[in-house]
T-cell receptor, first 112, second 111 residues
Framework: AQSVAQPEDQVNVAEGNPLTVKCTYS??????LFWYVQYPNRGLQFLLK??????LVKGSYGFEAEFNKSQTSFHLKKPSALVSDSALYFC??????????FGQGTTLQVKP | KAGVTQTPRYLIKTRGQQVTLSCSPI?????VSWYQQTPGQGLQFLFE???????NKGNFPGRFSGRQFSNSRSEMNVSTLELGDSALYLC??????????FGPGTRLTVL
């Protein structure tokens, strides 16, 4: 069965510092991986995806993610955090039927 | 291009009532999926519709149902509401096997 784990409930980082939000996955076959962000009282907003190809995926708002097959990880990164990046981040994997299986989410808090 | 729209945005119901939520996908998208988001269970898949047919279903009781119309708009219905049905219900549309685009959600409160 496909599954995704986000080991950190919350990540705190100072503005201007690099940030990493962790995600590990368990899939049978090739993984289709996604990152979404959710701001308060809003739906999920797509950030980036990995289907195949380069292990470093670039997405919206300066975010990128590194796919590591040997470590079964897909960590979300940004070189310089902004206060406006503070939100709830979800990692997801698409199972063979097409539905998304989400991690529990990680709250990112960026302090000025 | 307009995004995914969901109506209503907020809803308050009492136990035992039923509720219908609506979702209009992005123009051209034929697949619509529904998810339930709660603090305790996180994001859970309810069902997916494609070309008016349910293509996939999550592990929810039969009180949760849905349908899709010929214009790809979708509705989900929850009958005999329970307190535990209080949640944010999210709809997402997709084109082919690409990423899903989510609407703002409907916040359902069951009293």
């Amino acid at each position: 069965a496909q599954s995704v784990a986000q080991p950190e409930d919350q990540v705190n980082v100072a503005e201007g510092n690099p940030l990493t939000v962790k995600c590990t996955y368990s899939v049978s076959g090739n993984p289709y991986l996604f990152w979404y962000v959710q701001y308060p009282n809003r739906g999920l907003q797509f950030l980036l995806k990995y289907i195949t190809g380069d292990n470093l995926v670039k997405g919206s708002y300066g975010f990128e993610a590194e796919f590591n097959k040997s470590q079964t990880s897909f960590h979300l990164k940004k070189p310089s955090a902004l206060v406006s990046d503070s939100a709830l981040y979800f990692c997801a994997v698409r199972d063979p039927t097409g539905k998304l299986i989400f991690g529990q989410g990680t709250t990112l808090q960026v302090k000025p | 291009k307009a995004g995914v729209t969901q109506t209503p945005r907020y809803l308050i119901k009492t136990r035992g009532q039923q509720v219908t939520l609506s979702c209009s996908p992005i123009s051209g998208h034929r697949s619509v999926s529904w998810y339930q988001q709660t603090p305790g269970q996180g994001l859970q898949f309810l069902f997916e519709y494609f070309s008016e047919t349910q293509r996939n279903k999550g592990n929810f009781p039969g009180r949760f149902s849905g349908r899709q119309f010929s214009n790809s708009r979708s509705e989900m219905n929850v009958s005999t509401l329970e307190l535990g049905d209080s949640a944010l219900y999210l709809c997402a549309s997709t084109l082919g096997n690409n990423e899903q685009f989510f609407g703002p959600g409907t916040r359902l409160t069951v009293l």
